[in-house]
């Protein structure tokens, strides 16, 4: 069974940096999984902001950015914002029917 | 602008059925794979189902394979959820979600509530 990993909870000082991660139980994640982004605040629908691993969608502000750190896949948030305090979740996609989304961050900004 | 707006949802009793609807505007609806995504209340995203552009490809998660079907009508621009004997878990808010270029979901509906309960 696969499952998607993230951390449940983070925190950040506004202006901080930030690092939140989407990693497999069983494995490594790679860019052929096309790792993806979404941020949700409460009662909204999500909002992507990274796709295929490092893209961002138009609009997202170039203080979020996709990499590959090590084994899992890493959104960095540079100068945060208290309006960054959201749910984030990632998607991994394994071939056809195979679409996982990570249990979600919870962020904080404080 | 992509606008996506999805109908349907209500209250319905364990073991009944639903249909979900979303209405595409905006783009080139008949060029595009589409998706089901749901969240239950205070839990996280899970994909639920995909469609191709065609229809003629689909798939379903574990979860809602069997109970669940996927359909869509390229001339009506509009992406359906035909759901059958409803379980308690499958509550949650159900989204509608075009898959874009790269396997990522590009654009979101607002959602529908779907709620199973006796």
């Known amino acids: 069974q696969t499952v998607v990993t993230q951390e449940p909870s983070f925190s950040v000082s506004p202006g901080g940096t930030v690092t939140l991660t989407c990693g497999l139980s069983?494995?490594?994640?790679?860019?052929?999984?096309?790792p993806s982004w979404y941020q949700q605040t409460p009662g909204q629908a999500p909002r992507t902001l990274i796709y295929?691993?490092?893209t961002r969608s138009s609009g997202v502000p170039n203080r979020f950015s996709g990499s590959i750190l090590g084994n899992k896949a890493a959104l960095t948030i540079t100068g945060a914002q208290a309006d960054d305090e959201s749910d984030y979740y990632c998607?991994?996609?394994?071939?056809?029917?195979?679409?996982?989304f990570g249990g979600g961050t919870k962020l904080t900004v404080l | 602008e992509v606008q996506l707006v999805e109908s349907g949802g209500g209250l319905v009793q364990p073991g009944g059925s639903l249909r979900l609807s979303c209405a595409a505007s905006?783009?080139?609806?008949?060029?595009?794979?589409m998706n089901w995504v749901r969240q239950a209340p205070g839990k996280g995203l899970e994909w639920v189902s995909y469609?191709?552009?065609?229809?003629?490809?689909?798939y379903y998660a574990g979860s809602v394979r069997g109970r669940f079907t996927i359909s869509r009508d390229n001339a009506k621009n509009a992406l359906y959820l035909q759901m059958n004997s409803l379980r308690v878990e499958d509550t949650a808010v159900y989204y509608c979600?075009?898959?874009?270029?790269?396997?990522?979901?590009?654009?979101w509906g607002q959602g529908t509530l779907v709620t199973v309960s006796s």
């Open positions: 069983s494995g490594s994640v790679s860019t052929s999984y096309y």
């Open positions: 979600a075009r898959y874009g270029r790269e396997a990522d979901f590009d654009s």
């Open positions: 905006g783009f080139t609806f008949s060029s595009y794979e």
């Open positions: 998607v991994l996609y394994m071939g056809s029917g195979n679409v996982f």
């Open positions: 469609i191709s552009s065609s229809g003629s490809t689909k």
């Open positions: 295929s691993t490092n």
